[in-house]
């Protein structure tokens, strides 16, 4: 079974801190994501990595970056958290490909992120 | 205009009962669909990938009707186990587009 694992189920941070979330999976995917999930949105992309050290813009990256220095490691940062960063937090890995029915995403359990 | 579209619900339902979930997509480019399951509190979790030909799996039938860009969820016989939310997904080439989601309560 594909295992993703997150840092943190639940995390309080003050305005202005800086906040890391940490992301491991342990299949040998090579793709990682970061999503935020609010409720009526859905699931918005923030970041994803098709390789190691490369990353790319989602549909909404502002005010985070991300990292990927090992192939099973995806980390999310927060440089300075604020208010309408309170959400909740998940991480999904894939394997390479993309293109058919078997190419889905493996969630990690999601980190609740609140932003005081 | 959100790329998947789907009824957010709630839909409350008797066990034992029918129930359907619509979906539709605005990208024709999406290449394979899904649908996940997401329980209160918890990640989503793949419930089934959806094929071009229509596909079963026990209770549950999911539909893809590329014409019309849209996807479809059967489940026969609810059981109480199967109240959640339930996400719609189109993906192409790894992006991966969710609904928002349908919420499905099935009562005693």
């Known amino acids: 079974d594909v295992k993703v694992t997150q840092s943190s189920r639940y995390l309080v941070k003050r305005t202005g801190e800086k906040v890391f979330l940490e992301c491991v999976q342990d299949?040998?995917?090579?793709?990682m994501f970061w999503y935020r999930q609010d409720p009526g949105l859905g699931l918005r992309l923030i970041y994803f990595s098709y390789d190691v050290k490369m990353k790319e813009k989602g549909d909404i990256p502002e005010g985070y970056s991300v990292s990927r220095e090992k192939k099973e490691r995806f980390s999310l940062i927060l440089e300075s958290a604020s208010t309408n960063q309170t959400s909740m937090y998940l991480c999904?890995?894939?394997?390479?490909?993309?293109?058919?029915?078997?190419?889905?995403?493996?969630f990690g359990p999601g980190t609740r992120l609140t932003v005081l | 205009r959100k790329e998947v579209e789907q009824d957010p619900g709630p839909f409350n339902v008797p066990e034992g009962a029918t129930v359907a979930f619509n979906c539709t997509y605005s990208n024709s480019a999406s290449q394979s669909f899904f649908w996940y399951r997401q329980d209160c509190r918890k990640e989503p979790k793949l419930l089934m990938s959806?094929?071009?030909s229509g596909n079963e799996d026990g209770r549950f039938t999911a539909q893809l009707n590329r014409a019309s860009q849209y996807i479809s969820l059967l489940i026969r016989d609810s059981k109480l186990s199967d109240s959640a939310t339930y996400l719609c997904v189109a993906n192409n080439n790894n992006d991966m587009r969710f609904g928002a989601g349908t919420r499905l309560t099935v009562k005693p």
């Open positions: 299949m040998d995917h090579e793709n």
């Open positions: 959806v094929y071009s």
């Open positions: 999904a890995s894939s394997d390479r490909g993309g293109f058919g029915p078997t190419d889905t995403q493996y």
